[in-house]
Structure formats: C-alpha cells, structure tokens
C-alpha cells in the first residue's frame, strides 16, 4: 500500500548543480583571490584543487576552509541553470517544491534568501552527508502522494533508493564542464533516468506527476 496519503505531489530538488550553478564561480574564486587551480576533469573533488605556485595538493583542511570560505562571501557568485528557477516554479502550480541542500544548517537562511533573490521562493533543508534520511524525514512531515527527487550526484540518489525505493529519482546536473565525468545514478541503477537540460526534464518531471493531479 502507498503510505504517501497527501492528495499533493511533492518535489525535493538538490541546489549545487541542479538550481545554480557552484563548481564554475567556485573555480573563478579560487583562481582570483587563493592562486589555487581547480581542474574536475577527473570527477575527484578532493584531488581536484592545487596550489598554483607548488602544484601540491589542497590538504583535506584546507578544502574544507575554502569551501566554506566561498558560501560565507561568494554565493552572490552563483547564477540559475538555464530553466531551473522558471522550471521549479512551474512544477509549485502542481506539487509542493522544496529544496534539500548539504550545507551546514547556520547557510539555511542565506540559501532561502539566495534563491528568491532569483525568484525562487521555496523552503530550504540543510543536511550533512547521505540524504535519504533527510528525505524521510521530509516526507515524514508533509505526507504527500508521491514523491520526485533531484539531486546531481549519485551517492545521494543510491541513499534515497536504499531508504525510501517508492521515490521517483531524476539524475540531473547542469554544469556542462563536469557532467559527462560524473557517475550516472541511472546508469547504476539508483535513479529513475538521468536528464541534464531543464528544457527536457520538466516534461519528464510533469509527466511523474500527471496521474495525481487529474
């Protein structure tokens, strides 16, 4: 029996890569004010960035204070993939639309505020780690009747298979730099079909939803 119970579909949609764009204005800012050079071609975030001067590795620390650094002073950086904000807002005439992102819980505001500074009003979850957890908990609290998630990587989407299968999952990353190197949750079997382009995913997204909103 389908526990969901909500009349209401509910969309979960990751932000980095899916909703705005991280990995492009991460690698500017890097390169502007750290002299640290940032090549993904290898899809390994942690081997991905060098000092410019030494060509040593980023330390694990030191990756982590960048990063931080970044969503502390740069996320006015970071511009919409092209479709998403009018995408999403689309797809809230017919589900619930809310964002589930992994950054510390203290950028929960900052985020919301980011993305209606795009035109985006949603609600933002913070999380650390794996994400089908946090998803249950969402789905926990508003009981819909079904359930699509997006996210651009796929451990995420192996997560929400393992705990909660019953969830319609859509690989999708924006960035074109990086998406061809990435691992395809479809491929692996973890998501329901990997689309990259807004313009394609949103009638593939309104279709998951079709039957509920008849």
Known sequence: MNRFVNQKPLVISDCDEVILHMI????????EAHDVDFDLTGSNFVEAMRWRKSGER???????RMLGGFFETEMNRQMPITGAIESLNHLSDHADVVVLTNLLDERRESRAQQLLNHGLDAKVYTNQGPKGPA???????????????????????????ETAPEVVRLHMCGEPSIAHSIDCAHRAGDADARIDRWSDALPWLMAQLEDRLQ
């Open 24 to 31: 492009a204005p991460f690698r500017d800012w890097l390169d």
């Open 58 to 64: 980023l330390e694990q620390k030191d990756i982590w």
């Open 135 to 161: 998803l249950q908990r969402i789905v926990s609290e508003y009981e819909p009747s079904r359930v699509v998630f997006i996210d651009d990587l796929a451990q995420h989407h192996n997560s929400v298979r």
